[in-house]
């Protein structure tokens, strides 16, 4: 297969806005594209490899393997090697045991399964898992395990025959795709249309489909031609990454801006044009060259730094340890993947004995992390030694956030305000965060307030445009009594994680409650941390006892979130009937930065980023009636 330099710059233009979406830079917002770039690039080059060799009857799918193998498996494991030892050291027990498992499924090429078996709004998020980053490379792997076999079974078929069965294929991977995440209510299948082969196999396809066309060699076109397309391709995949966020459906139709810009260089980006010059650049093609090892390195020394670090880091030492990204990418590049391709120095047997037995040692190792819940009675006795146990169960919160929404002040189906005239009717509506507001409103509540709530999942909620789509089922999830809560409350209270919702939305639902409703309205600001258990580790790390946690200030310098509050504010304020309440004044001291997450007896305040435990319900709902008495 002849080189072809512009590809690996594309490869640089696909890796360089993912680390830095995940180094949370806005203006990479749609960042997360580039592995898009990827798997059309994927299914490019494998499938022009395989079928060259076919043609010449040199295929060999043992040969195949073995090229895979030395290409992701010496880095991958490198990078897993060294990882361990980290984790180890600073994760907790239930944190270190999502890595145990990570590291066994990423061996066995099935860590996009356990991400998917794992996804849900309580699972540690994502900004805090070293290897989640490498489900990606799972989707690929398992696509050079099937396509192959594919392709030798239907070696004998009529052209025409192939073609209608990838189209197949390509259609039906991108319909489950889009309804996944475009209309699914089902979170189960909203993860697997992000994680799973099936949803992602057409991003592939659209790489093999320019395989195919490549082979034809009277496919010339113009000079003007190739300049234009091969530029609308560059712009498609450009717009998507400075475009696109977090609310955008993905994958779906949407994800076809990016794939096909990416086929469309593909296809048109030939010496004499623009693109061509831009990505096949020394410098870019270097980029491109270290970007496998680069993408494996900056998940886990973004993680790792997150959970070594006390506060939030800035975006400076983001970039920083973007550019440690890069180096590590060219040392891994240099020393791991460069001499593991030489045939000279490492033989197929050589490889694939290596191969096997570092899977059966990283899921060795990974199982036994996983069967001692993290190591948890080695880790427990190192904090009691300290002077300080594990301050936070995150299986027991999550059991007494489920039995308290089991109890009966919880909102039953049908369930309306009830009290007379002199009193205040309070309407809480929003996500997790709104549950823990309604549940200190209610522990606080006097016979002069009746509080109910209503959990609809912010993103579900503020799409609702009119007073007809509240109980609808296509909009959301239906609640009959939503539109009777509302007419009768007086006071609504939204709380929401607001970082992850669209604020435009969210205005336009308080300006629909406005000119439908005399409500008065209240919006709870959000706050995030990162999770309160490894805070603990760090601090014990850090010789802290019990005695001294009432007076460790944890910084919050979230720039992201601070933004979305003050735009927030900003709108309140100009708004009639509407008020503002910042949650960070009932953490923080004066500048906001600093919060206290550890109350007088030294126990946290949260179980997790950002929820509260359940002694602080009564003190949050004091607060929160005292800004709702005095406005």
Not at 213 to 235: D, E, M, R, V, W
Not at 584 to 600: D, R, T
Request: net charge neutral.
């Amino acid at each position: 297969m002849q080189y072809r330099p512009e590809i690996d710059g594309l490869r640089a233009v696909a890796v360089l806005p993912v680390i830095l979406f995940h180094a949370g830079f806005e203006w990479f917002s749609g960042g997360f594209v580039g592995v898009d770039v990827f798997f059309v690039i994927s299914g490019y080059l494998i499938t022009t490899i395989i079928i060259n060799e076919m043609g010449d009857s040199k295929f060999s799918i043992l040969k195949f393997y073995e090229r895979r193998a030395r290409r992701i498996l010496p880095a991958l494991f490198f990078l897993m090697m060294l990882s361990t030892p980290l984790a180890i050291y600073s994760l907790t027990p239930y944190s270190l045991k999502e890595f145990g498992q990570s590291l066994l499924s990423t061996s066995t090429f099935s860590s996009n399964i356990l991400f998917f078996l794992k996804s849900g709004y309580f699972e540690t998020a994502s900004e805090f898992k070293p290897l989640i980053h490498t489900w990606s490379l799972a989707v690929e792997e398992q696509f050079y395990i099937l396509f192959p076999i594919f392709l030798m079974l239907t070696a004998s078929w009529k052209r025409q025959f192939m073609f209608y069965t990838l189209i197949f294929l390509f259609l039906s991977s991108l319909a489950l795709a889009h309804w996944g995440t475009a209309y699914s209510r089902s979170e189960s299948f909203i993860s697997a249309s992000f994680f799973l082969l099936p949803m992602r196999g057409w991003e592939l396809l659209l790489g093999v489909a320019a395989a195919f066309y490549l082979q034809n060699p009277k496919k010339n076109h113009t000079y003007i031609f190739n300049q234009l397309l091969s530029g609308l391709g560059f712009a498609l995949i450009t717009i998507s990454i400075f475009k696109y966020d977090e609310q955008t459906p993905f994958p779906s139709i949407y994800t076809l801006a990016p794939t096909l810009g990416t086929l469309l260089i593909i296809l048109t980006a030939t010496k004499d044009t623009l693109i061509y010059k831009i990505l096949s650049n020394k410098t870019i093609v270097f980029l491109g060259l270290i970007s496998y090892s680069t993408y494996l390195w900056h998940q886990p020394i973004f993680v790792f730094s997150r959970q070594l670090i006390l506060g939030e880091i800035s975006q400076n030492f983001y970039l920083f340890l973007s550019l440690i990204s890069i180096l590590m990418g060219y040392l891994s590049w240099r020393w791991i993947e460069k001499p593991f391709r030489d045939r000279q120095r490492f033989s197929q047997e050589t490889i694939f004995s290596l191969s096997v037995l570092f899977i059966m040692l990283f899921s060795l190792i990974g199982f036994s992390i996983h069967k001692t819940d993290g190591l948890k009675n080695q880790l427990e006795e190192f904090y009691i030694n300290k002077g300080v146990p594990l301050l936070v169960n995150v299986p027991e919160e999550r059991q007494l956030i489920q039995a308290f929404q089991k109890e009966e002040t919880l909102l039953p189906p049908g369930r309306v305000f009830t009290c007379e005239k002199n009193c205040r009717k309070l309407l809480v509506l929003g996500d997790s965060f709104g549950e823990d507001a309604y549940r200190s409103l209610v522990t606080t509540s006097s016979s002069h307030n009746e509080v109910r709530y209503v959990n609809i999942d912010d993103q579900c909620l503020f799409k609702i445009k009119t007073l007809d789509h509240l109980t609808d089922s296509t909009i959301c999830h239906s609640n009959e009594v939503l539109e009777s809560l509302l007419m009768n409350a007086d006071t609504i209270v939204l709380s929401s994680n607001w970082e992850s919702s669209s604020l435009e939305s969210v205005y336009e639902f308080i300006n629909l409650l406005k000119n439908s409703f005399n409500h008065k309205i209240f919006i709870v600001g959000s706050i995030v941390f990162a999770p309160l258990s490894s805070i603990s580790i760090k601090l014990v790390r850090n010789g802290y006892e019990k005695k001294d946690l009432p007076k460790v200030l944890y910084s919050t310098q979230r720039w992201d979130l601070l933004e979305v509050n003050r735009k927030l504010k900003g709108f309140s304020q100009l708004q009639e009937g509407v008020t503002w309440i910042d949650k960070s004044s009932f953490f923080c001291n004066h500048s906001l930065l600093e919060c206290y997450l550890f109350n007088k007896e030294g126990m946290p305040r949260i179980w997790d980023h950002g929820h509260l435990t359940s002694r602080e319900y009564p003190p949050f709902g004091r607060y929160l009636f005292n800004q709702i008495v005095i406005e």
